[in-house]
C-alpha cells in the first residue's frame, strides 16, 4: 500500500497498522506492478517480492477507520505478494527496484 492511499479523509489519524497492511511505501504506484516481480532493500540487502494481486479492503475497514473507509481503500488497497527470497525488511528507508515484468508492460 501507498502512503498515498490511506483514508485520511476518512480519519486524518488513519495509520498503517490499521489498515491491517504489512509495507507502506512512499511514491510508487504499487498496484500497476500487479504480475511483476520487485525488490525491497532496507539495508540488509534486496528482499524479492512477487507482486501477485491486489489486496481488496474488507467492511471491517469501516469498523476500524470509520465509515466510507472501505470505500474509499478501493482499487489503492495495496497488492498481496510471495516473497521469494529469506531477507530482513526494516522500518525505514528502502530503495524499491523492478526486477521483471510480465509481457505487454
Not at 16 to 37: H, P
Amino acid at each position: 500500500m501507498t502512503e498515498e492511499g490511506l483514508p485520511v479523509a476518512v480519519d486524518p489519524a488513519t495509520d498503517l497498522c490499521q489498515t491491517r497492511r504489512n509495507i507502506l511505501l512512499r511514491g510508487v504506484d504499487i498496484d500497476s506492478y500487479v504480475g511483476w516481480t520487485i525488490e525491497l532493500d532496507t539495508g540488509d540487502g534486496p528482499v524479492a517480492l512477487a507482486v501477485n494481486r491486489a489486496a481488496r479492503p474488507c467492511a471491517w475497514m469501516d469498523a476500524v477507520i470509520g465509515p466510507g473507509a472501505q470505500r474509499a481503500l478501493r482499487a489503492r488497497g495495496g497488492v498481496r505478494c510471495t516473497p521469494l527470497i529469506d531477507g530482513v525488511i526494516r522500518v525505514g528507508r528502502a530503495s524499491f527496484r523492478v526486477t521483471e515484468g510480465t509481457a505487454g508492460h
